[in-house]
Nanobody, 123 residues
Framework: QVHLVEFGGGSVQAGGSLRLSCAVS????????MGWFRQAPGKEREGVAA???????SYADSVKGRFTISKDNAKNTLYLQMNSLKPEDTAMYYC?????????????????WGQGTQVTVSS
């Protein structure tokens, strides 16, 4: 059973930084895709960043140049470094995983999800 747990959310002022972590267990796929998604109140879920098993990354236009996705295979952990945070980045952030390595930001098709961690950016 694949299990994802996010850490690192919190409250920060605009311009600040946070690093989200997602600990993954039970994942034995050789090829995979993992991503970060977010959902703000009253808005649809959107893809933020994704990375596949070859290290290929994809970012939403709204976070390019500010957010960086990475993974530590030895620690089975996915990260999202968020810099220059803006109030519009406020949302619940979820990590997700799937064996279909091509999914990237196609969040509706991911099979495995964490419970989410809240990020709040104040102006």
């Amino acid at each position: 059973q694949v299990h994802l747990v996010e850490f690192g959310g919190g409250s920060v002022q605009a311009g600040g930084s946070l690093r989200l972590s997602c600990a993954v267990s039970g994942y034995t796929f050789i090829r995979y895709c993992m991503g970060w998604f977010r959902q703000a109140p009253g808005k649809e879920r959107e893809g933020v960043a994704a990375i596949d098993s070859n290290g290929r990354t994809s970012y939403a236009d709204s976070v390019k140049g500010r957010f960086t996705i990475s993974k530590d295979n030895a620690k089975n952990t996915l990260y999202l470094q968020m810099n220059s945070l803006k109030p519009e980045d406020t949302a619940m952030y979820y990590c997700a995983a799937d064996s279909r390595w091509w999914l990237l930001l196609r969040g509706d098709e991911y099979n495995y999800w964490g419970q989410g961690t809240q990020v709040t950016v104040s102006s």
